[in-house]
């Protein structure tokens, strides 16, 4: 009787283990947006990130085929001097929050393998310390831009489309 149940309990097992969600199924992201730099300079890629589960997740880098490499870093002041060191991963709480944003971390984007433009949507990947990934769409905002939203005009220039 034992030997017919066995395979009953193993696919109980597997059942079990796939039941389990992945980091990336927890994660809900927003805001999202690139800071386009002139030229060939790396570009900055900016994210809120709120985890809704009951274990902390990682955020470890990201991939997008519009770059040719997303690296996670993050950037700091010591002594009065700004820094920046690739790091392997930021952490998000269990059901907390974390943000990718300018002068903390962020994702370097760079080779761009095609013209990237101010106003594109670009979908990075963001992948997890468990190998989950949360494709997000970034919009892409000028050199200007402070905190992902819409730089303030040029003063001299008619904004008001009329």
Known sequence: MMIRTL???LAGLLLVGGAHATQAEHIHASKAWIRLLPGNLP????VALENSGDQPASLHSGQSPAYGEVMLHK?????????????DNMP???HGKAALS?????LMLMNAQHPVKVGDTVTIGLQFSDGSVLNTDFIVR?????????????????QSGH
């Open 7 to 9: 395979p009953l309990w």
């Open 43 to 46: 570009a900055g890629a900016f």
């Open 75 to 87: 950037s700091s002041t010591e002594g009065g001097m700004g820094r920046m060191q690739m790091v």
């Open 92 to 94: 998000v709480p269990a």
């Open 102 to 106: 300018p002068g903390g971390y962020h």
């Open 142 to 158: 000028p050199a200007n831009t402070i905190d992902g939203s819409e730089p303030p005009p040029t003063p001299g220039t008619d």
